[in-house]
Antibody
Framework: QVQLQESGPGLVKPSETLSLTCNVS????????WTWIRQSPGKGLEWIGY???????NYNPSLKSRVTISVDTSKNQFSLKLTSVTAADTAVYFC??????????????WGQGTLVTVSS | QSALTQPRSVSGSPGHSVTISCTGT?????????VSWYQQFPDKAPKLIIY???KRPSGVPDRFSGSKSGNTASLTISGLQTEDEADYYC?????????FGTGTTVTVL
């Protein structure tokens, strides 16, 4: 059974960089897309971006200038960096596996989520 | 990349059916049969309940069903049960990216 677990600071100061890591266990990272999603308090889900196991990335255009997603398959983990954060970036951040082929595409495994608060 | 549009809330009595709509565009739902639905309880991660418009993952009750017509997808919960009270989100592939719906709260009366 694949499991994902987010980790990182729960409090980040405005203008600083948010950094989170997602540890993947119970399966290989190969041939999958690995995704970050966030949910502001009381709001809906927002797709941040993904990284393919080989390193190809794609980001939400609204966040693209501030986001970097990286992968380390040797450690079975991938990471999110979001620069120049503001209070608007306060959210629960989820990592998830995106099973996406030429005939199918869906997020099948999710981490439990981690709350990141941006505040001085 | 605008969010897909869902009704804010729907409600129904136990045993009845409710349908949640999810409206996108010709660049999302209208083009791709990669619509998925997620169920989310408070303070929990979303759970996949429908994928590729109509398919159910193993373990998801068959009272959950999905469909699509044009730019709009729908999730129907038949034989509503109290444990179905939750938030539901649709999602669509959008050409090398994904977009989520605005979310719908299902209330069991």
């Amino acid at each position: 059974q694949v499991q994902l677990q987010e980790s990182g600071p729960g409090l980040v100061k405005p203008s600083e960089t948010l950094s989170l890591t997602c540890n993947v266990s119970g399966g290989s990272m190969s041939n999958f897309y690995w995704t970050w999603i966030r949910q502001s308090p009381g709001k809906g889900l927002e797709w941040i971006g993904y990284i393919y196991y080989s390193g190809t990335t794609n980001y939400n255009p609204s966040l693209k200038s501030r986001v970097t997603i990286s992968v380390d398959t040797s450690k079975n983990q991938f990471s999110l960096k979001l620069t120049s954060v503001t209070a608007a970036d306060t959210a629960v951040y989820f990592c998830a596996r995106d099973f996406c082929t030429s005939s199918s595409c869906y997020l099948d495994y999710w981490g439990q989520g981690t709350l990141v608060t941006v505040s001085s | 990349q605008s969010a897909l549009t869902q009704p804010r809330s729907v409600s129904g009595s136990p045993g009845h059916s409710v349908t949640i709509s999810c409206t996108g565009t010709s660049s999302t739902i209208g083009t791709y049969n990669y619509v998925s639905w997620y169920q989310q309880f408070p303070d929990k991660a979303p759970k996949l309940i429908i994928y590729d418009v109509t398919k159910r993952p193993s373990g998801v009750p068959d009272r959950f069903s999905g469909s699509k017509s044009g730019n709009t997808a729908s999730l129907t919960i038949s034989g509503l049960q109290t444990e179905d009270e939750a938030d539901y989100y649709c999602s669509s592939y959008a050409g090398r990216s994904k977009v989520f719906g605005t979310g719908t709260t299902v209330t069991v009366l």
